[in-house]
């Protein structure tokens, strides 16, 4: 859906609520949500052992292709909070 682009505060939620929405495990669906966790400096972590093993996974995934590409993220230029 295009319900991100307008809202991108919304990702992960939309995500958990449409794999809520078509019959997936309760847990697989929190985690869903929970793998974009935490959002910013101060936001809570993960609360499932898969969603914080998805949300690491996908930041070691941003971090390594940032380097790859010779873009390195500093202390305050951080826009994707890694």
């Not at 052992?49 to 305050?76: E, H, M, N, Q, W």
């Amino acid at each position: 859906t295009q319900m991100v682009y307008e809202f991108p505060e919304l990702q992960g939620i939309m995500g958990e609520k449409y794999a809520r929405a078509l019959g997936e495990h309760e847990e697989v669906a929190r985690s869903i949500n929970e793998h974009y966790m935490p959002r910013f400096a101060g936001d809570e972590a993960p609360s499932t052992l898969i969603g914080s093993i998805v949300a690491v996974a996908d930041k070691l995934d941003s971090i390594c292709s940032f380097f790859s590409i010779d873009v390195i993220p500093t202390g305050s230029q951080d826009p994707y909070g890694l």
